[in-house]
Nanobody, 128 residues
Framework: QVQLAESGGGLVQAGGSLSLACAGSGRTFSDSTVGWFRQLPGKDREFVAAIKWNFGTTYYADFVKGRFTISRDNAKNTVFLQMNSLKVEDTAVYYC?????????????????????WGQGTQVTVSS
């Protein structure tokens, strides 16, 4: 059984930065892809970024390119999402998720239905 635990959310002013972490337990992230999604109340989960653990390949949604960076720490079995130049519209609950595959393309890993395990989420609030 895989458990994912997000941390690092909080309140920040527009233009500021936050760093989220997703720590995995129960299995290593090897042979997996870890993604970050976000969700506003009443809306579907939206893809933010993903990283293929074995290769380090990264994918980003267009609206975060140049502002967010996804990275991994092999020793800690943890994936990070560094969020810079935050905007009010980045306010959401952020979730990390794990897909038990590494061989598909960006279009595949954008889909929330491709992920097998989810964390509980962490709130990010950006004030104006």
């Amino acid at each position: 059984q895989v458990q994912l635990a997000e941390s690092g959310g909080g309140l920040v002013q527009a233009g500021g930065s936050l760093s989220l972490a997703c720590a995995g337990s129960g299995r290593t992230f090897s042979d997996s892809t870890v993604g970050w999604f976000r969700q506003l109340p009443g809306k579907d989960r939206e893809f933010v970024a993903a990283i293929k653990w074995n290769f380090g390949t990264t994918y980003y949604a267009d609206f975060v390119k140049g502002r967010f960076t996804i990275s991994r720490d092999n020793a800690k079995n943890t994936v990070f999402l560094q969020m810079n130049s935050l905007k009010v519209e980045d306010t959401a609950v952020y979730y990390c998720a794990l897909a038990r595959s590494v061989y598909y393309s960006y279009s595949y890993y954008r889909g929330s239905d491709k992920y097998d395990y989810w964390g509980q989420g962490t709130q990010v609030t950006v004030s104006s």
